[in-house]
C-alpha cells in the first residue's frame, strides 16, 4: 500500500508544492501554530532523503570531483551573485526582497532531482554524490555566503544559523549514511521504500506551514509580488541553462549533462522556506515560498525540451562519477 501511494505521490509531485502553498495562505491561521515543527519534519525528509548514499558512495564521487566542483560553483557563487545583481537592480532598496533572492539560489540543490535525473537517464550516482555534499556544505555556505552578499544590509546571525543548520540537515544526513553503510541492504532498501511516501507528505507539511507565516505577504497579489515571481522564474531558467551549458563546455556524456542540468536548476526549497522563516524576516521568506509555485512544473518542462532537442534516446544511463 505504501508503495502504491508513493507512486500516486510521485506522479503528483509537479502539484504537490503548488497546493500546498494555496493551503498555507487559506489557512494560515491555523496552520501557523505548527511553524515549531517544521525543523523536525525537515529532519525527518533529510535522514529519509540520505537513507539512499553511504560513505563508499561519498568517497567514490571525490575521486572523480570536476562535475561535483562545476555544479557547486553553479550553485552557490554564480547564481547567488547573479541573484544579487538582479535584485538589487530591479528591487533598488528594498534589501528584503533582494536577501530572499538570493537566499533562493544559495540553498542546496534539490533532493527531488534524483527523481528527474532517473526519468531523463542522467548519471544517479553523480546526483546523489552532488545532494549528499551540498547537503552537507550547507551549513557552512549558506551563512557564510548570506554574510557576504548581504551582511551588511540586515545583521545575521551566522553561528546561530550554522548551528540549526547542522541540527537540521547534517545530523540527519550522517545518521542516514550510517545506515546505508552498516545496516543490511535489504533492511536499507525496505526503510528507504517505507518512508518515501512520508517524506512526500513532509514536502507538502513543510510547504504549507511555511506558507501560512508568509500568508500576508501572499494574499495581497499586487505588482511587486507578480514581478518576484517573474524574477525567480526566470533565474531559475538561467540556473539551468547554466547547468546544461557547463556540462556541455567540459565535454562530459550525456548521462552527467542531464544531471548538471537538474541539480543546477533545482533547489531545496523547502529547507530554503525553513531557513528563511527560522532565521530572517518574514519578507525574506517571499521569494523562496514563490519558488515553489512552479519548481515541479519547470523541472517537467526542462525534461521535455532536453528530450525534443539535446538527448540521443540511444545513449543509455552512465552511472558512474565524472
Known amino acids: ?34 511553524v515549531f515543527l517544521v525543523p523536525w519534519i525537515f529532519a525527518f525528509m533529510t535522514f529519509s532523503g540520505s537513507l539512499g548514499s553511504n560513505f563508499s558512495d561519498l568517497k567514490n564521487v571525490l575521486r572523480h570531483p570536476l562535475s561535483l566542483i562545476a555544479c557547486l560553483i553553479v550553485l552557490h557563487l554564480i547564481m547567488p551573485l547573479i541573484a544579487l545583481g538582479v535584485g538589487t537592480l530591479v528591487f533598488p532598496g528594498d534589501t528584503l526582497t533582494t536577501m530572499g533572492l538570493i537566499l533562493s539560489f544559495v540553498i542546496p540543490t ?25 547537503t552537507l556544505l550547507a551549513p557552512f ?15 545575521i546571525e551566522g553561528r546561530e544559523m550554522m548551528t540549526g543548520l547542522l541540527w537540521m540537515i547534517v545530523v540527519p544526513s ?42 500576508p505577504y501572499l494574499k495581497d497579489i ?34 552527467t549533462v542531464i544531471s548538471l542540468t537538474f541539480n543546477s536548476g533545482m533547489r ?12 530572517f524576516p518574514p519578507a525574506v521568506a517571499v521569494p ?24 540521443d534516446p540511444r545513449k543509455e544511463e552512465v552511472n558512474v562519477p565524472s
Not at 531545496?268 to 532565521?279: H, K, P, Y
Open 288 to 311: 523562496v515560498i514563490v519558488g515553489m509555485l512552479f519548481q515541479q512544473v519547470l523541472a517537467a518542462c526542462t525534461g521535455n525540451i532536453l528530450g525534443k532537442f539535446s538527448l
Open 174 to 215: 550522517l545518521i542516514g549514511m550510517l545506515v546505508n553503510q552498516f545496516a543490511n541492504k535489504g533492511v536499507t532498501r525496505s526503510f528507504e521504500s517505507t518512508l518515501a511516501p512520508f517524506t512526500k507528505i513532509g514536502i507538502g507539511a513543510v510547504v504549507a506551514i511555511n506558507s501560512s507565516a508568509v500568508a
Open 222 to 255: 499586487d505588482r511587486k509580488l507578480l514581478l518576484i515571481a517573474l524574477i525567480v522564474f526566470m533565474l531559475a531558467i538561467c540556473a539551468y541553462t547554466i547547468g546544461y551549458v557547463s556540462g556541455k563546455l567540459m565535454k562530459t556524456d550525456q548521462s
Open 1 to 34: 500500500m505504501l508503495e502504491t501511494i508513493n507512486i500516486y505521490l510521485q506522479k503528483f509531485m509537479p502539484f504537490i508544492t503548488p497546493i500546498s502553498v494555496v493551503v498555507g495562505v487559506v489557512f494560515d491561521e491555523w496552520l501557523s501554530l505548527f
Open 141 to 155: 555556505i549558506i551563512p557564510l555566503m548570506m554574510q557576504w552578499l548581504a551582511g551588511s544590509a540586515v545583521e
Open 268 to 279: 531545496n526549497i523547502s529547507g530554503g522556506a525553513v531557513i528563511a522563516i527560522t532565521f
Open 110 to 134: 534539490g533532493i527531488t532531482s534524483l527523481i528527474w535525473v532517473s526519468i531523463y537517464k542522467g548519471n544517479v550516482v553523480l546526483t546523489l554524490s552532488i545532494i549528499l555534499v551540498d
